[in-house]
């Protein structure tokens, strides 16, 4: 998710040049990194979506155990920046795979995030803008913003292409097909409405199931039963939504959160819902973070139970290593991310050291 390509021009357009003036360098780290980032290559990664147009994002490596950060552990090991709009990271086995968009490019690393292949998949000679990743099978699947899905060979890291909806952004998979977001997060104000259903054993679209328009965050529950939506509405009179479909009869339901930012699937199946709005100005508001019971499609309650407030939340994630991380940023300055304990109270904070921490992983 990236919120910038889902907003109204206008709005878009100040808040990219807002960030431009004001987020061309990065701030010192508050903390000593390790002098040796490849020591915390065991670590979580944390991704820097940056500023559009700037060249700024980057990856973080985070041990929670010791409380330690390598605030830009990419550059230190390859010696050179990630690229534009830093989008979503996934490891599968010993390798990395990162999707950056602007740059319209897949790096793969080893998991010191050595960086040892680069993949700039193409339609009709014109490169395609990688959005987010998805892992079934030992095949990684990206949505093109172009409206593609792509699947990456695990052999050769060739792509093969299968035609969507328009600007494709969140995927997941669930009983043997994906599900695919289109935003049409570039056709304000006609937005999209549909998630694409694609097989994976064809890999061809088989249907498309209407929902809440702007959609962009997808996320299945383990059994494959239901496959969760968010979206962001068109920012006036249609609000961002959390949706539910029920794979078995395509039958969408919406799920009772409010102005719904990003969601994330942790384990055990539980999916963290950030729910953050923005006042009159788009100035970011303070976020909450509920949880939802995935298997069970029921609603758990307020996941952080020590009244750490949140403000300028922006994204939520939940990866193995069993800690929730909530990024928050105000799109001028560095980012701070919230570390928090299973029960849900707050194990750690530290700066990001880049704009828009956009994933843990």
Known sequence: MIHFNHIPDAVA???FSFALILCAAMLSCER???SDPLTLS????????????????GIGIYSPSTRTYVPDAFFAVNGMKLGDLGQDIVRTGDRVYIAVSGSQTVFVTD?????????????????LSPRA???????????????????????DRSVSLCKVGPNPDGLAVAGGNLYVANSGGMSYPDYNNTVSVVSLATFSETSAIEVNINPYGVEASSDGKYVYVSSFGNYADCPSKLQVIETATGKVSDLDYA??????????????????GYDQ???????????????????????????TLLPDAYSVSAPSDGYVYVGCSDYKTTGDIH??????????????????PLKAH
């Open 133 to 155: 990743f998805a892992v079934a099978d030992g095949a990684v699947y990206v949505t093109y913003y172009e409206g593609f899905v792509g699947k990456i060979s695990p052999d």
């Open 259 to 276: 102005s719904v930012s990003d969601v994330a699937k942790g384990p055990g199946d539980v999916l963290y819902v950030l729910c953050a």
């Open 13 to 15: 357009s100040c808040r």
């Open 42 to 57: 065991a670590g979580t990664y944390i991704l820097n979506n940056g500023n559009w147009g700037s060249n700024d994002s």
């Open 339 to 356: 570390v928090f304990t299973p029960s849900g109270t707050l194990h750690d904070t530290f700066d990001s050291q880049g704009l828009n």
């Open 111 to 127: 998991l010191r995030l050595k960086i040892l292949h680069q993949i700039n998949a193409e339609n009709d000679g014109a490169r």
């Open 32 to 34: 000593t990194p390790d």
């Open 281 to 307: 100005n788009w100035n970011p508001l303070p976020g909450t973070v509920c949880k939802h019971d995935m298997a069970a499609n029921t609603r758990i309650g307020n996941f952080v139970t020590d009244g």
